[in-house]
Nanobody, 119 residues
Framework: VQLQASGGGLVQAGGSLRLSCTASGSIFSINFMGWYRQAPGKQRELVAS???????NYADSAKGRFTISRDNAKNTVYLQMNSLKPEDTAVYYC??????????????WGQGTLVTVSS
């Protein structure tokens, strides 16, 4: 399963960005999709995740500002980020758990997209 993320960039504090991540490959079903981030010198942390049924989970830092959604028909997950803060600056990674044709289950990571929030 391959994940292709896009949408990062440079934005001023208070601005918005929308990240997208599309899964491809011999996918039978996608269980969950999510976004993690890693700031310089820090560990990778969960930002938000969403199941195939639409249940969501957010980090406390993302609640009220970020919204995760998915289009199951397109195997795509989105992260709408509003009211961005300098501390949101990080490389954002897409993550997904999927069953491929043949029945094997994979957890995959995208290549990362850089989000920079200037003060």
């Amino acid at each position: 399963v391959q994940l292709q993320a896009s949408g990062g960039g440079l934005v001023q504090a208070g601005g918005s960005l929308r990240l997208s991540c599309t899964a491809s490959g011999s996918i039978f079903s996608i269980n969950f999709m999510g976004w993690y981030r890693q700031a310089p010198g820090k560990q990778r942390e969960l930002v938000a995740s969403i199941t195939s049924g639409g249940s969501t989970n957010y980090a406390d830092s993302a609640k009220g500002r970020f919204t995760i959604s998915r289009d199951n028909a397109k195997n795509t997950v989105y992260l709408q980020m509003n009211s961005l803060k300098p501390e949101d600056t990080a490389v954002y990674y897409c993550n997904a758990g999927a069953t491929v044709l043949g029945g094997r289950y994979y957890t995959s990571w995208g290549q990362g997209t850089l989000v920079t929030v200037s003060s």
